[in-house]
């Protein structure tokens, strides 16, 4: 992520992160737990074998996370 093609998104991802280190600190309730996250990945790779499970945080207003989008895609579509 944080080669040169990739710096934005690197940039966004660490901006993330400091947000949820931010919300951690402060005793925001996180919207998405790591036991969430944790079946997540154990139902998609039940459920789609051949794909990558993926979770989007959506933000809202002020920066505070308004909702999640989970999709999976199949590893051999990502590779071309």
């Known amino acids: 992520m944080l080669s040169r093609r990739g710096e934005d998104a690197g940039c966004r991802f660490a901006e993330g992160y400091g ?3 931010t919300e951690r ?3 925001v ?3 998405w737990s790591t036991n969430d ?3 997540f990945v154990v139902k998609t790779r039940e459920a789609f074998p051949k ?3 993926c979770v989007a ?3 809202g207003e002020d920066e505070v996370c308004r ?5 999976e895609s199949e ?3 990502l590779l071309n």
């Not at 909702?67 to 999709?71: D, E, L, N, P, W």
């Open 67 to 71: 909702g999640v989008v989970t999709f």
């Open 37 to 39: 996250l944790s079946h």
């Open 25 to 27: 600190r402060e005793g």
């Open 51 to 53: 794909a990558i499970g």
């Open 75 to 77: 590893v051999q579509k």
């Open 57 to 59: 945080l959506i933000s």
């Open 19 to 21: 947000l949820l280190q």
């Open 29 to 31: 309730e996180c919207l």
